[in-house]
Nanobody, 114 residues
Framework: QVQLAESGGGLVQAGGSLRLSCAASESIGSMSMSWYRQAPGKQRELVAGSSMSGSTNYADYVKGRFSISRDNAENSVYLQMNSLKAEDTAVYYC?????????WGQGTQVTVSS
């Protein structure tokens, strides 16, 4: 059972930045790592993903503003969020997947004030 611990959320003004971190309890080298978010009353949606090979993908609404990165040696994945908007307000979740296994973190709240 892999434990994922997110951190770095908080309250920020529109236009500001936050950096989310996700620390895994075991090696992530063989895992694809992603960030999802869920706003009140909405479905959970993919924000950004990082494959085992290091390729990345982003939802259209965060392209050019958010950046996902990973440090396999630290068993961690990060989400740098710039130019934040009020509509980015949500709980952000770390997600890890490998063959036959998938894990969610508990989430970290990001609130952007306009």
């Amino acid at each position: 059972q892999v434990q994922l611990a997110e951190s770095g959320g908080g309250l920020v003004q529109a236009g500001g930045s936050l950096r989310l971190s996700c620390a895994a309890s075991e090696s992530i080298g063989s895992m694809s790592m992603s960030w999802y978010r869920q706003a009140p009353g909405k479905q959970r949606e993919l924000v950004a993903g990082s494959s085992m090979s290091g390729s990345t993908n982003y939802a259209d609404y965060v392209k050019g503003r958010f950046s996902i990165s990973r440090d396999n040696a630290e068993n961690s994945v990060y989400l740098q969020m710039n130019s934040l908007k009020a509509e980015d307000t949500a709980v952000y979740y770390c997600f890890a997947r490998t063959t036959g296994r998938a894990y969610w973190g508990q989430g970290t709240q990001v609130t952007v004030s306009s």
